[in-house]
């Protein structure tokens, strides 16, 4: 009877450390958003250095250079396909327009192979 909640303590520990597991690691998210912010003409609103990492959404954040009271700047990158947005988030709204969703552009795909390699999606 000890080894059943055993047993389930176990498999809880395990499938917690290994489910959320980030595809990418933080020198591939730089690099790639680095190229996005180029890109975009935003790379000087980010501090590229040090990307967080949410476990729960599976999304990588860069840490805009700062907020005003109008709105802050975003970059946030998708981990299991690559995926991003970026943008402005203000009083009303997203710009540009659409920003809020998740895209990749076509021609962010060969740019971004390079760097994941097998993984890219």
């Known amino acids: 009877m000890k080894i059943i909640p055993l047993f389930v303590a176990s498999s809880l520990v395990l499938t917690t450390a290994l489910a959320d597991q980030p595809i990418l690691n933080e020198s591939q998210v730089v690099e790639m958003a680095k ?41 946030e990158l998708r981990d299991k396909d690559q995926y991003f947005r970026v943008g402005f988030m203000g009083n009303i709204g997203f710009s540009p327009k659409g920003s809020e969703k998740f895209r990749l552009p076509p021609d962010f795909k060969p740019q971004f192979k390079k760097i994941v390699g097998d993984k890219a999606k």
């Open 35 to 75: 190229i996005i912010g180029k890109k975009f003409k935003a790379d000087q609103n980010f501090v590229f250095e040090k990307p967080n990492y949410a476990e729960k959404s599976g999304v990588w954040s860069i840490t805009p250079r700062g907020a005003t009271s109008a709105g802050s700047h975003f970059l």
